[in-house]
């Protein structure tokens, strides 16, 4: 049975935008050892935006972005869609592209003009080729915490578009919350090591792990509870679902897919993370009481 004490703090947190689908998640929190989270959409604002296109001398900036659009336009990714509306800003003309297939966490591909394209991450187009585009330009872009986006038809590395996510305004002050009160913060992202190393850094996160797939994320969450104990999963996207059901606290952003959701114990309703570190406090007051 529920205790008082929790039925109050529950309705309380309520009020204050953080939404518990149970006590046991909010008592669980006040043992929290370490919390996870993911990067795009949750630590960042998940909208990102291009800044930078480099291209092959025998193919001009247009065609590539309006080649790389196109097939964009078949992916929910939000590097896709930020890719397409910055060809659309540009006036660029999209076609219809053949054979797309959306390959989670790695990237797009599709024919165009009887050419197969490949657009996403350097393992997917071919890392080597992708790390030697243009004397490394990938690299210096992924350090300045740029999402690097590549692309390749049947001569190679076609370009590579760069796209600038910003860190939420709350991402510090809530990492800083936790921290004081003992918690292990990590990072999980598909994204590539120095783009993790960047964002890592400006949040204030202690440790991340960088290029996960979505069950990578799993046993990483898993690991951490070896290691730590109660952990928490903090997340927004359909790849972090299986994460936020695994950790023994999942929480959604409130603004995150619904999958993202329904599978967490937490909902931060409107995307406010410190929150966070106020319901840790609460817990661990509201559990003293209880004892
Ligand atoms: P994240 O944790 O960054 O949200 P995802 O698992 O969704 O990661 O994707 C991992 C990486 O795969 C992305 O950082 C990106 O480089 C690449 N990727 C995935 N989908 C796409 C896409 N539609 N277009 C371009 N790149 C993609
Ligand atoms: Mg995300």
């Not at 490949?118 to 872009?141: I, M, P, T, W, Y």
């Not at 692309?151 to 760069?162: H, P, S, T």
């Not at 046993?219 to 952990?231: H, I, R, S, Y």
């Not at 329904?262 to 209880?290: F, G, Q």
């Amino acid at each position: 049975s529920i205790m008082p004490a929790t039925l109050s703090a529950i309705s309380n947190g309520a009020r204050h935008g953080i939404l518990f689908k149970g006590g046991v998640h909010l008592e669980n929190l006040g043992n929290l050892k370490a919390i996870a989270f993911d990067k795009t959409g949750t630590l960042t604002k998940g909208k990102p935006e291009v800044t930078d296109v480099v291209f092959r001398e025998d193919l001009p900036a247009d065609v590539l972005i309006s080649h790389v659009a196109s097939i964009e336009k078949f992916s929910n990714h939000p590097l896709a869609s930020a890719i397409v509306n910055y060809a659309n800003s540009k006036g660029n003309e999209l076609t219809k592209p053949e054979n797309m297939e959306d390959i989670a966490g790695y990237g797009v591909q599709a024919t165009i003009n009887g050419v197969e394209w490949k657009v996403g991450k350097a393992d997917f187009v071919g890392r080597k080729e992708a790390e030697e585009f243009q004397n490394g330009v990938a690299l210096s872009l992924a350090e300045q915490g740029k999402t690097v986006v590549f692309a390749r038809d049947e001569q190679g590395i076609a370009g590579v578009l760069a796209l600038k996510d910003t860190v939420r305004e709350e991402t510090i002050k809530a990492i800083q919350a936790l921290k004081r009160e003992g918690i292990h913060t990590i990072m999980l992202t598909g994204d590539s090591n120095k783009t993790a190393t960047a964002i890592a850094a400006e949040s204030g996160i202690d440790t991340y792990i960088a290029e996960c797939l979505p069950e990578t994320k799993v046993d990483e969450m898993k690991k951490l509870k070896e290691k730590f104990g109660t952990v928490a999963m903090v997340g927004d996207g359909i790849n972090d679902a299986p994460a936020l059901a695994t950790a023994s606290v999942g929480i959604a952003m409130g603004e995150g897919t619904d999958v993202a959701l329904e599978t967490a114990d937490v909902v931060l309703m409107k995307n406010d993370l410190p929150r966070i570190a106020e319901a840790v406090k609460l817990s661990k007051k509201m559990n003293r009481i209880i004892k």
